[in-house]
């Protein structure tokens, strides 16, 4: 990665390389309009917290493109998070969504604070500033948030109840914000639904290598939200998980780890640190072991010039939003690695989202293990087509799961027809 890069700047790298595949078939005008976002928007927020002072944060909200439907996107909540940042996982969200197949444009929004600092109390409060400031960019036909990093279903159902509130009623019509409690008309398997995505299109690149999770060596960065699940899916599949990390530590056993034995450690410390399983190795150490798929599921900028050469696996299950940079992506190209690109390999959580703003509109419930069918199976399906698209045109992974979502984009665009 060269000084400066941002993940904008990778996100724009990757938009322009699918724009020249597009060329042939859709104008520099309308592939031109899809670079910028739509509207981007920065909030002060002037919550009261628990020590009785006034706290002034800053939030982002980025609507990239609706042509599709309303901006989707989840709320990160990070100390690092920069409005350019926004636009980036804004932007990735328009493709992710058109290639999964919902009806919904890309949005992000992001709230500078540190998740760890703050008390559960002062969390909430924070939470509900966001809502009540971004109210008039929230609404089912406009923007849907959804968690992120550092965001879970507690804010969700924070952000609903203030929405709600406002209104004056006991509740919203149509879906506001997804991944809330079930309780609160949430859906059952939101929570696991990226991470289960990832495993499954895990599974299927190893079967296209002539392989199996069954007996697979897996190691996962990121023990959150997508990579504990990941983890603890692949796990359930047969997969032996021989490493894993979180920002605290990073665990390594040849012969597997514990997964469900950290995963109460977690629960009950908050962190890897001195769990009881494995050894603790270093975290650059970790992405580098050989293994047969790596799931990056923390950050962005993982992979990078300065490790591509010598990552050792087979698959990359990029659960996390822009963990290649592009420069290592073409390394890992020239390596042989099968890399599954973050706007198929983590649009399980979005597909899902999708599912539980239908069950709102339509005053359903689904079942937990009818969610869990339908995303196994849309996860499948697109993987079958980006798999194709790359194999009949001699193109990465990443580039035909672009050309794809960009594609469907354009002609959404196109169907709509010229708006002053
Ligand atoms: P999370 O906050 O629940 O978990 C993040 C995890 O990464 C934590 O365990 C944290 O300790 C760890 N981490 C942070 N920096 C690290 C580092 N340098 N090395 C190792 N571990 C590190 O977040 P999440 O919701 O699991 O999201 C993770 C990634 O997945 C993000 O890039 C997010 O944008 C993406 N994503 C999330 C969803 C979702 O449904 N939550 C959907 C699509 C994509």
């Known amino acids: 990665m060269k000084k400066n ?6 996100a724009l790298a990757n938009f322009d390389r699918a724009a020249a595949l597009l060329a042939a078939e859709f104008s520099p005008g309308l592939l031109g309009k899809l670079r910028q976002p739509k509207e981007r928007t920065e909030l002060r927020l002037s919550p009261q917290l628990t020590d009785g002072a006034i706290h002034s944060y800053t939030a982002f909200i980025v609507k990239h493109n609706d042509a599709v439907g309303p901006c989707k996107g ?12 926004v ?33 559960a109390e002062d969390k909430e409060v924070l939470v509900r500033s966001f809502a009540r400031n971004a109210q008039r960019h929230i609404h089912p036909l406009v923007y849907v948030p959804a968690p992120d990093m550092g965001t879970s ?16 009623y006991a509740t919203t019509q149509g ?56 983890a603890a899916v692949m796990a359930e599949m047969g997969a032996c998980v021989v490493g894993l990390s979180d920002e605290h ?41 050989p293994c047969d798929v790596l799931a990056p599921c923390a950050t962005a900028n993982q992979i990078t010039v300065a490790n591509a050469e010598r990552i050792q696996a087979r698959v990359i299950a990029e659960g996390a939003n822009g963990p290649t940079t592009p ?19 983590n649009a399980g959580g979005v597909f899902v989202s999708y599912l539980e703003y239908t069950q709102e509109a339509q005053q359903e419930q689904m079942t937990g293990a009818e969610v869990r069918a ?25 580039d035909a799961a672009m050309y794809l979502g960009v594609r469907n984009v354009c002609a959404a665009l196109v169907a709509r027809g010229a708006l002053p």
């Open 5 to 10: 890069e941002t993940m904008l700047d990778h």
């Open 74 to 85: 989840g709320i990160r909540m990070a100390l690092d998070v920069t409005l350019d940042d």
């Open 87 to 119: 636009t980036a996982l804004a932007m990735e969200m328009t493709w992710k969504c058109a290639l999964i197949g919902v009806p919904f444009g890309g949005g992000k929004s992001g709230i500078v604070a540190a998740p760890g600092q703050l008390n």
């Open 153 to 168: 279903e507690t804010e969700m159902g924070y952000i609903k109840d203030t929405i709600s509130h406002s209104m004056g």
């Open 175 to 230: 879906s506001y914000v997804t991944g809330k409690p079930v309780i609160l008309g949430g859906i059952p398997g939101r929570r696991e639904a990226t991470g289960r995505g990832v495993a499954v299109v895990a599974a299927e690149a190893l079967g296209q290598l002539g392989g199996e999770m069954r007996g697979a060596k897996v190691i996962v960065q990121g023990f959150g939200n997508v990579g504990s699940v990941a």
């Open 249 to 289: 530590a990073a665990l390594y056993a040849p012969g597997g780890l514990d997964v469900p034995a950290l995963l109460a450690h977690v629960k009950q410390t908050g962190k890897l640190t001195d769990g009881p399983s494995g050894t603790a190795v270093a975290h650059a150490e970790l992405l580098e072991m």
């Open 327 to 345: 420069e290592a992506d073409a390394i890992l190209h020239k390596k042989g690695i099968f890399v599954l690109p973050d706007i198929l390999c």
């Open 374 to 398: 339908r995303l196994e199976r849309r996860m499948r399906e697109r993987f079958q087509l980006v798999y194709e698209t790359a194999q009949q045109r001699r193109w990465p992974m990443r």
